[in-house]
């Protein structure tokens, strides 16, 4: 993967993937905001694990040349009609339902059945200016640290997953996964007056970081299985993992009448045992992106500060080394989570 920077001078800069693999920081026009929308000076976009099938030319949607990121933080330049002053720090929802399929009339966008997201079917954050719709715009409640802010977007996602899983105080909470969203739904889970009994990880390194954070980390051969615990050692059980070796043990860490909650994005067919499912009445919850209380709910939380986000390991990287950017991401042995830093 390389990176070309362009020699040219200008206002606006972004990072156009113009080919499988192939990064070029170009000039870019200032965007016009239309009347319903507002001017964004973009600070952070997150790495997220579904950008790389759009980096390999993989993903089925994306179309290149294009400017991609959905996890995106900045501040307001130009607030249009919003009513937020110039200056209000915000994080914006990537979401772009269509309004008219079965799932949206049910109010429930998130699930549009033919959903688009910035970043990946129109142009994204990887830029230093942003146009985007003022509905999809949330503000948060007066300074936050930047770093933070920008973890709003994966961290609603950990939000919705805890809201659809009914995490209630005291219910025991068993984790596959330490990556950035395994992490965040803990510490929300944890927030909610959840036991984490811990995050299943291989990698010894991201067992050190769940450790700093207060949790518990297993490694795979630790997962409890519920027989052998007499079905009392987790009562929700999360797959943030997304790897073929987790799905057979969903069923047997998950107790009699367990919940097992997929958030995860599994990109192929993966071996469940619906035996033991029917036998043991294991509920199945499918997790998808986030609703937008969600979204509102994850940029309260950081507002609030009750999260201890500034401890989750994140690298940044400036808009021109948007590729080292995806080298760390993709390695899995540097930070948690990667930021790429428009301005």
């Known amino acids: 993967m390389s990176t070309i920077t362009s020699p040219a001078a200008t206002k606006s800069r972004a990072a156009v993937l113009t080919g499988p693999g192939q990064f070029a920081i170009q000039p870019v026009s200032p965007p016009e905001p239309g009347p319903d929308e507002a001017l964004i000076r973009i600070t952070y976009t997150g790495i997220c694990g579904s950008d790389f099938p759009i980096v390999d030319g993989a993903h089925p949607r994306a179309v290149l040349p294009l400017v991609m990121g959905h996890e995106m933080t900045g501040i307001i330049e130009r607030p249009g009609r919003s009513g937020l002053p110039t200056g209000t720090m915000v994080a914006v929802n990537p979401l772009l339902p269509c309004g008219n399929c079965g799932a949206c009339a049910m109010e429930l966008p998130h699930v549009c059945r033919n959903l688009r997201l910035l970043g990946i079917d129109a142009p994204g954050s990887m830029t230093e200016l942003m146009a985007v719709p003022i509905s999809n715009i949330t503000p948060f409640a007066g300074p936050v640290p930047a770093g933070e802010a920008a973890l709003a977007e994966p961290l609603a996602v950990a939000v919705h997953a805890v809201h659809r899983a009914r995490v209630a105080t005291q219910d025991r909470v068993l984790i596959f996964g330490a990556g950035p969203i395994g992490i965040?739904?803990?510490?929300v889970a944890r927030h909610a007056g959840a036991v984490v009994v811990g995050i299943v990880e291989p990698s010894e390194r991201r067992?050190?970081?769940?450790?700093?954070?207060?949790?518990?980390?297993?490694?795979?051969?630790?997962a409890p299985v519920a027989r052998l615990h007499h079905d009392g050692s987790a009562d929700v059980v999360f797959d943030c993992a997304g790897h073929h070796s987790v799905t057979p043990r969903l069923t047997e860490v998950a107790p009699v009448r367990g919940r097992i909650v997929i958030v995860a994005v599994h990109h192929g067919p993966t071996g469940v045992d619906l035996r033991e499912l029917a036998f043991a009445e294991h509920e199945i919850i499918g997790v998808r992106v986030y609703?937008?209380?969600?979204?509102?709910?994850?940029?309260?939380?950081?507002?609030?500060?009750?999260?201890?986000?500034?401890?989750?390991?994140?690298?940044?990287?400036?808009?021109a080394d948007v590729a080292k950017a995806f080298a760390e991401a993709r390695s899995g042995t540097g930070a948690v989570k990667v930021l790429i830093r428009s301005n």
């Open 207 to 222: 067992r050190q970081v769940v450790e700093s954070l207060g949790l518990t980390a297993l490694t795979p051969d630790q």
């Open 184 to 187: 965040l739904v803990a510490l």
């Open 291 to 319: 609703e937008p209380d969600d979204f509102a709910g994850a940029v309260q939380l950081i507002s609030r500060g009750v999260l201890p986000l500034a401890d989750i390991p994140v690298s940044e990287y400036a808009l």
